[in-house]
């Protein structure tokens, strides 16, 4: 008897649950582009080295065209279409669009999903490569324009639109952390 080389598999995206009949090497980028007609997710480079397919997967950044779609069952994948909030924008959304994040565009859905993990991976405390003090006791290091950079190297914008993605994120951030301490208080 020949294996079978698909599988039904059903995903939860943008906390709807879909199931699809795929083969087993289709990626999570073709299954949302292709099969779920969720074009947000911009398929660039296809090796993961530019960051344009970033989505988050349990809340973690991951690049579509290296996760297979069977190994992604049963997981939260969030594209950034599921980002907003009926019609008000994620925070991250909207730094990116009153700061001209963007020029293109093409890159602008991968940004965005990647800033969203950045800004919950630096609130948790996550050092980056340049981290001065990586101790956990020392908390999150400020969210300077190079702690910024660093965090969203994987991300590459062809226009050269950096200069506002950073301030992007680094407005998103700021919105957070007032919003958590308002909480709190």
């Known amino acids: 008897m020949t294996p079978s080389t698909s599988s039904s598999v ?3 995206i943008n906390g709807e649950k879909h199931t699809l009949s795929v083969d087993h090497r289709t990626t999570l980028l073709d299954a949302l582009r292709e099969r779920l007609d969720l074009t947000g997710t911009k398929k660039g480079c296809d090796q993961g080295q530019c960051g344009a ?3 988050l997967v349990d809340g973690r950044r991951t ?3 290296l996760q297979l779609a069977v190994a992604a069952e049963d997981r939260e994948i969030t594209t950034v279409e599921g980002l907003a909030e009926g ?3 994620h925070p991250v959304q909207q730094a990116f669009l009153d700061l001209d994040g963007f020029q293109c565009g093409y890159c602008t859905p991968g940004q965005i999903c990647s800033a969203v993990a950045v800004i919950e991976e630096h609130a948790a405390g996550w050092p ?3 981290t001065d ?3 956990p006791e020392a908390g999150p290091p400020p969210l300077t324009p190079h702690e910024i950079r660093e965090r969203m190297s994987g991300n590459l914008c062809r226009c050269g639109a950096y200069v506002s ?3 992007a994120v680094a407005r998103a951030a700021a919105e957070r952390t007032e919003a958590t301490e308002e909480a709190v208080a």
């Open 10 to 12: 059903t995903l939860n």
């Open 53 to 55: 397919c970033t989505v």
């Open 63 to 65: 690049v579509s065209c």
């Open 87 to 89: 019609e008000r924008l």
């Open 128 to 130: 980056s490569a340049v």
């Open 133 to 135: 003090d990586v101790r």
């Open 165 to 167: 993605i950073v301030e």
